[in-house]
């Protein structure tokens, strides 16, 4: 299932041998003097959406087994009310951590405002997707500021949080001379808050680890996601290539971890698609995160 069906059903080439860099590998004992302790680990549950279809609550305590201690959900089956959801979640022993949620406007802001009430949870995420065609003027970006500055006012006003989670054209499009994230950056409400999709960011031909530092503070919550990470067209239909294990790819996550200088409180998981088992694939990913002190979680390596 292809992310624009997944977003309707919620209604509200492979890598053969592991990519590991020498710089990342080099990096590694470096990145304990980034903070004291490693900020937590969670998984985006876009990750599982298959199985969660399957077996809600046993997709659940696998994850939570896995030593995850956290999830950022997405969007539930037709037969799935977010009461329901929550109670599944708690159910499995894990907490959440940040919400993808539809903006707050008009017949949304019910939804959102019971999201964080049944989940817990005061990180209201703006999932970004499909990509807004007034992303490709600067007027049409600013547009798109106020609607956000909007939102924010709407998530304060009701003791929420309100933040954007990129995708590759905020990197990859330029509007007035300058890139998408670049305005959105100077011009949004100081206290709205990034997620920086990692893997996008290097998509799009930026360097993750200079972007992050670049938000410091504004970025709370990073995406963590392995694999290729090189632009294609397929991209454009919702085709990403297939992602790997976390450290495993081409992503210099020890890197990244620096180069956030303590500023990060969760690394959240995230793999669109994969070729082997998700559920292997999410392991691996944990203890690597965990391994090398990148991130925390509540069961060893």
Known sequence: MHRKQFLRLGGIGALGAAIC??????SLEAVSTARSEPAKIALQLYTVRKELEKDMGGTLRRVADMGFEAVETAFWPKDISIKQAAQFIRNAGLSVCSAHIELPMGD???????????MGCTKMVWHGWPEDVRYSSLDGTKLLVDIYNEANQFAKTNG?????????????????????????????????FFEIDTYWVKVAGHDPAAIVKRFGKRAPLLHIKDGLAVWSASLLDDHPDPMVAVGKGAQNFPAIVKAADGNTE????????????????????YNYLIRNRLASGRKPA
């Open 21 to 26: 860099p020498s710089t990342v590998v080099s």
């Open 108 to 118: 949304k802001k019910a939804a959102f405002l019971e999201t964080a009430k049944e």
């Open 160 to 192: 929420l949080q309100f933040g954007l989670h990129n995708h590759w054209w905020e990197f990859r499009n330029k509007v007035g001379n300058r890139y998408v994230f670049e305005v959105l950056l100077e011009m949004l409400e100081p206290d709205i």
């Open 266 to 285: 969760w690394m959240i998981v995230e793999m669109d698609n994969t070729e082997t088992d998700v559920f292997d694939a999410l392991q691996e990913s």
